[in-house]
């Protein structure tokens, strides 16, 4: 997470997993920008920066980096990360060990098309509502998501087609940190990560 994978930190098992994926992969690298952005937003940028700082230092800091939902939710949505094309309005929301996921997904977008002629992942075509739910947590320098549950549009999608979709279509794209269940090693000297009620308390050593 290089601030989540850091966030635990998206995805839905495409998308709460994509998302997650991409607080630990993206979140130290934003876009730049001139618009102006809310407060939230520019709290989180200063917190990210600070990380980035601290890991970079050879004795770091101990102390504590709190970042809540709103921080976390202002960034995907203001331009602080360079998000995959289709997918909009993310909300992710937290409590102990534990991370809920939304966002609008235009599958059609977000695979070029490839899906519409494989009949067995006709369900990832056109624009969805898709909510997940995942087990987050980071410890000793190591990050992993697992996922409990996705839904489109209110309904739960089977688990083997979401797994077939993923390495299929998202893995080869966002490596191998994007799955139902993944692992990854933690960046900026990010020893652990305690995800809570919407906020995650990062620690680095």
Not at 12 to 30: D, E, K, N, Q, Y
Not at 150 to 173: I, M, S, T, W
Request: aromatic letters at 6%; a neutral charge; glycine letters at 8%.
């Amino acid at each position: 997470m290089k601030a989540l994978r850091c966030i635990a930190t998206l995805p839905v098992a495409p998308s709460l997993v994509l998302l997650i994926a991409l607080l630990g992969t993206s979140l130290l690298a934003p876009l730049r920008g001139q618009q102006a952005h809310s407060p939230a937003f520019t709290s989180a940028e200063q917190k990210f920066a600070w990380l980035g700082e601290n890991g970079r230092s050879a004795n770091p800091s101990t102390r504590p980096t709190v970042l809540t939902a709103n921080e976390w939710n202002a960034y995907l949505n203001e331009g602080g990360v360079k998000l995959p094309e289709g997918i909009a309005n993310i909300r992710i929301s937290s409590e102990a060990g534990v991370a809920h996921g939304d966002a609008e997904i235009d599958f059609d977008r977000l695979t070029a098309n490839r899906t519409r002629n494989n009949p067995f992942l006709a369900l990832f075509t056109g624009k969805h509502q898709v909510t997940a739910i995942a087990h987050v947590r980071a410890a000793n320098g190591v990050g992993s998501v697992e996922v409990d549950s996705v839904l489109f549009d209110g309904v739960e999608v089977p688990r083997l087609a979401l797994e077939y979709f993923a390495n299929r279509y998202l893995r080869p794209k966002y490596g191998n940190a994007v799955g139902m269940d993944s692992s990854f090693a933690l960046h900026n000297r990010i020893d652990a990560a305690v995800v809570g009620a919407n906020q995650v308390t990062i620690i680095q050593r």
